[in-house]
T-cell receptor
Framework: GIQVEQSPPDLILQEGANSTLRCNFSDSVNNLQWFHQNPWGQLINLFY???GTKQNGRLSATTVATERYSLLYISSSQTTDSGVYFCAVREAAGNKLTFGGGTRVLVKP | GAVVSQHPSRVICKSGTSVKIECRSL??????MFWYRQFPKQSLMLMATSNEGSKATYEQGVEKDKFLINHASLTLSTLTVTSAHPEDSSFYIC??????????????FGSGTRLTVV
């Protein structure tokens, strides 16, 4: 099956800093989503981005499907950005999502 | 957008008993729903694909007789953990996609169920 790797596994930021999270995947995908899991476990859908670039407030994401990676940018980080960020992909053949290992982000005040 | 509701959010049960978790699509019909399990500080692992009106498809290594899935309607899938043991303690979360909404939002997830078996 498809392999999804996220880096870095852990990230500590000072409030106000910018950061980039990376997601690499091993095969062609029809779907790529970025999620934020809050401390209560809720998965918040940040972006559906199989290709191209999207922005939503302080967050933006870019997927380069031909090179099999996606990036999530967090600008002017806030303490509420803390949590785990997951990248998940759906293979070209199939309908299930495969998750990466996640990036655990801690934003310090 | 599509909303998936999951209940209960937390459950504590005694070893050997069974627990049922519900996953509902509130504003759309879902012929397919997915059940994931997440152990502490780990990623989400797909357990099974729930198919309305037919048998669920289980991932390799997941015991179908222990994790019973029923998808009897287009808006409800249930996961029953039978004869639960402490090692079944985990965070269970379901997801679905609104087929009528295209792929604009992708998959939506329920709020999850934290199961503790004592």
């Amino acid at each position: 099956g498809i392999q999804v790797e996220q880096s870095p596994p852990d990230l500590i930021l000072q409030e106000g800093a910018n950061s980039t999270l990376r997601c690499n995947f091993s095969d062609s995908v029809n779907n790529l989503q970025w999620f934020h899991q809050n401390p209560w476990g809720q998965l918040i859908n940040l972006f559906y981005i199989p290709s191209g670039t999207k922005q939503n407030g302080r967050l933006s994401a870019t997927t380069v499907a031909t090179e099999r990676y996606s990036l999530l940018y967090i600008s002017s980080s806030q303490t509420t950005d803390s949590g785990v960020y997951f990248c998940a992909v759906r293979e070209a053949a199939g309908n299930k999502l495969t998750f990466g290992g996640g990036t655990r982000v801690l934003v310090k005040p | 957008g599509a909303v998936v509701s999951q209940h209960p959010s937390r459950v504590i049960c005694k070893s050997g008993t069974s627990v049922k978790i519900e996953c509902r699509s509130l504003d759309f019909q879902a012929t397919t729903m997915f059940w994931y399990r997440q152990f502490p500080k780990q990623s989400l692992m797909l357990m099974a694909t729930s198919n309305e009106g037919s048998k669920a498809t289980y991932e390799q290594g997941v015991e179908k007789d222990k994790f019973l899935i029923n998808h009897a309607s287009l808006t409800l899938s249930t996961l029953t953990v039978t004869s639960a043991h402490p090692e079944d303690s985990s965070f269970y979360i379901c997801s679905a996609r609104d087929p009528g909404g295209g792929w604009v939002h992708g998959y939506t997830f329920g709020s999850g169920t934290r199961l503790t078996v004592v």
